[in-house]
């Protein structure tokens, strides 16, 4: 049963691949998501571009898990020498965009949901949803469906990790800093010129440090990532533009973040947003503890996904590696796929049958 059901999600990979989805186009992605729950005779749902099942026996006195990935991918970026929609498997690697992020993660999910849909007597309720805009942070994605979705309490967020536990995700807060100065003629004296300006506040942002360090994320990251100013070769400029990107730990609010720049910073600062935290779930928590069982290791990821609109405590695990993320002719290998639904299956039941 399991490796029909194996043989039948790596076909669905190929059909997702075969599908442009980019961010916010990914409603064709979304009626092959759909066959797949009626193929398989479950109820299921669509809000926009996301499609969201829940288990057959689910019962509102219990607390609920939720699986949960997306179906949108990135654009291809011009180093490709394989045609991205082309899916088709080479030395046991399956080609195409989306195929390691995060199309691999998502249909182990999906058959990892379909496996578990009509059993009884389990602990926790699953739901499940295919979302869309994750790689855009879209308004109609994940976290527009947590108004519609009931309580959820904990999650499995599938982004390729190796099949290693990501138990906490940094956050991200962009800003953007102003340094000001007095406009002049190049050819005149001036004290105050804004880019001799920026370099001391330059060299804050690069040495300023914050206190809390997490033992699974290490500490805030912060950077500048854009700077701008001027554009005559004999114009002092009013002002130079700074964009700076903050990877929060989860020892820290983004909140925080913001009440502590805007303190102290030596330029002004306005943040774009602060809903994106750091996400994270206890070591010890029981479905942590069964992936440990199972032989796998625990880290801290630096990059941001759906984890970051939840406010449950949720672990970041799939088949598939970060890195090939967004490279030239992306793959997933086959065996990662395998052991993802495996690996996937195990531990929630390790989970949900204690």
Known sequence: MQKQLTEKAIELLKKLIAIQSFSSEEDKTALAIEEWFKANDIPHKREKNNVYAFNKFFDASKPTLLLNSHHDTVKPNTAYTKDPFRPHIEDGKLFGLGSNDAGGCLVSLIATFTHFYAAENLNHNIIIVASAEEESSGPNGLNSMLSILPKIDVAIVGEPTLMNLAIAEKGLVVFDAVVKGTPSHAAHPNNDNCIYNAIPVLEWFKNFKFDRVSDALGEVKLTVTQINGGNQHNVV????????????????????????????????LKARSLRLNSSSIDKTHPLVQSGIALGRGTYGSPTLSDQACLTCQSLKLGPGDSTRSHSADEFIYVAEIEEGIDLYIKLLEGFLKK
């Open 237 to 268: 400029p009013a002002q130079v533009d700074l964009v700076i990107d903050v990877r929060v730990n989860d020892r820290y609010s983004n909140k925080e973040i913001l009440g502590i720049l805007t303190a102290e910073a030596p330029c002004e």
